[in-house]
């Protein structure tokens, strides 16, 4: 850490100050954790006529396309890869960008068995969510909710 760039606290502890030396990761955990607080108080805000699929048990990732085919694409490659690694909870994801309507699709793990994810930034954002979640120990349940609040009507 750089001495510059440090504030003393009353208590004598030295911290951060300014600039962006900190992680925003814990921001981002405590904003799902409420949310996901919020959704249980409230319930489900899936559109009518919506649900989130029962995972199948047999899925493993390997349908999910390779992430080395969007290296080009930072971002898209690493949820792809991501995807791999998490796709049992992506199949027990209903995806809000409907792509269950307008392009069949069984639920979120769907869209990277193709290049659709790739190209959609509601798929990407879920996705990262639901890795995100699940690597904090968050459990499927807690995920939907989290998804449900920030996408559902």
């Not at 981002?28 to 006529?49: K, R, T």
């Not at 047999?58 to 690493?78: H, L, Q």
């Not at 990407?124 to 009507?153: C, P």
């Amino acid at each position: 850490m750089n001495p510059n760039n440090t504030a003393k606290q009353k208590n004598g502890t030295v911290r951060p100050s300014g600039g962006r030396s900190g992680s925003a990761a814990p921001w981002i955990v405590i904003g799902l954790s409420l949310l996901v607080g919020v959704g249980i108080l409230v319930g489900s805000n899936l559109p009518s006529g919506t649900e989130h699929p029962v995972p199948r048990p047999e899925i493993n990732g390997e349908t999910v396309i390779p992430a080395s085919r969007y290296m080009e694409y930072a971002r898209v490659s690493a949820v792809y890869q991501q995807a791999r690694e998490i796709a049992p909870t992506l199949d027990g994801l209903y995806c809000h960008c409907d792509c269950s309507k307008h392009s069949g699709h069984r639920s979120l793990l769907s869209c990277f068995e193709s290049d659709h994810a790739a190209a959609c930034d509601i798929c990407l954002s879920e996705a990262t969510i639901a890795y995100r979640m699940l690597k904090n120990g968050r459990t499927l349940d807690e995920i939907r909710v989290a998804i449900d609040e920030l996408y559902g009507s």
